[in-house]
């Protein structure tokens, strides 16, 4: 204590010294992202999107429309949403999941202005759509320079947006790990700034007040995060009633669509309306090569019926080496090479089989939506299945979510969607069920459950075994 005392006035005269630089800095960095937000904001939207009630609210929807006296306010549902002023000709981008089912759009500027907007085209797999407003030649959001190279993990962000009642909305985090780093089966990164009501369709910029992504949702509304908030819901009365329950955990972080990925998809929606991938049809697995190499090499494992893949002679175990000529390694770099390849265009792919080296041609063609995968997975149809495509996305179950779910091993799959146009909607089915057995044949993977599914004879009905909140349920599907 006697020698702290003695060096006490050293520390104070050091605090002295730096004190005024230290300050200094922070005002420096506080006047800086009050420019980068000021500079930024005129170049944000927000979008009014009105779908019709019924559309939204089914049957609900129908009976609130229909009741008298009537009520036109009644007739369509507002939502509210964010947007980004793309270009200097009109062009607003925000998530598909906006303009779904909205048939009339109204945009309204950091200025104060409203336009009328009509939509360009909306693309699923990204959750994109791009809106174009009727400006008369007097379009005043000024567009934010883009940002080219994917965020870094940890970079600091800025999301700028609208909430509820047209209120401006400002929240500052870090970015997550790029998803081409870890997963090429996900466009969008996570990250940590708060991501409130309105905020969909938002714009990411970075400490450079470059706009460097879009934002799409909240991590509890993407995949199968979007199932643990759900199965925490049902499982807890009210879960914002109670900090501690596993929903609240998710609610602060957003996920986010690069604007060096957005920009593609986004130029195909205003030139073409839509979104054109290339296709091959095959599903692949990473081995080694051999068993004295460290290179990686892709093998079939799925070959979706009447597909390129499939109309060329491809087979499951074929090992693929090239793609026209260039080595591939990774499943990202086959799916990056399909996906950017014009849809009608021949290409040469070097195979290994039977220890043999081939080469097959094929055309790639335009990718079919999921659906119409699914349906090419499964065997031919006897014209007298009753059940051609059960309208639900279901997924594999890891050692992890077998734990969560309490599901025994080598058993089920889980629903993570339901479309509006399912067979099985009013069945009482939900998200986050397991499916185990459909009429008494087990289920262990989402191929057995759409050949199982498309296959199966039934007179009267169908019976399915479901596993939910650690309960087996038995759920009749009439005919």
Known sequence: MKYFYQ???????IIYIFMPNLVSHANEWDDHIVSIIRNARPGIVMIEAR???TNKLGPLGEILSSQNPPNANRKWYTSVASGVAWNDSGYVVTTASVVREATDFRILNHFGETYKASLIGLDEESNLSVLRCDTSGNWNPKPIAKRQKPLLEGSWIALLGYGYGGVPTVSAG??????????????WFQFTAPVRPGNSGSAL?????????????REEDMGIQAVLKLLTQRANNSPASNPTTPATHFSN???????ADAEKIVDQLIEKGEVVRGWLGVSVQEI?????????CLQIVRVVQNSPADNAGLKQNDILIKYNGKPIHSALELGNFVEDTTPGTSINLDITRDNQIFTISTEITHRPTQKTIRQQMSPAINEKTKYPDPGINVQNLTPALRTFFKVPEHVGVLISEITPDSILLNSGLQV???ITQIDNIPISCDEDFYRTFRSVQSEHSLLLTVYRKGNIELITVAQ
């Open 7 to 13: 060096h006490l006035h050293h520390l104070i005269i």
């Open 432 to 434: 986050g069920d397991i």
């Open 51 to 53: 779908s019709p009630i």
């Open 205 to 217: 910029v970075d400490s450079d007040g470059n706009l460097a992504g879009i934002v799409l949702g």
């Open 288 to 296: 080694a090569c051999s068993a004295d190499s460290s290179e990686t």
């Open 174 to 187: 870090i970015a997550g790990m790029a998803p081409k780093e870890f997963n090429s089966q996900r466009c």
């Open 253 to 259: 972080y957003g996920v986010a669509i690069s604007i």
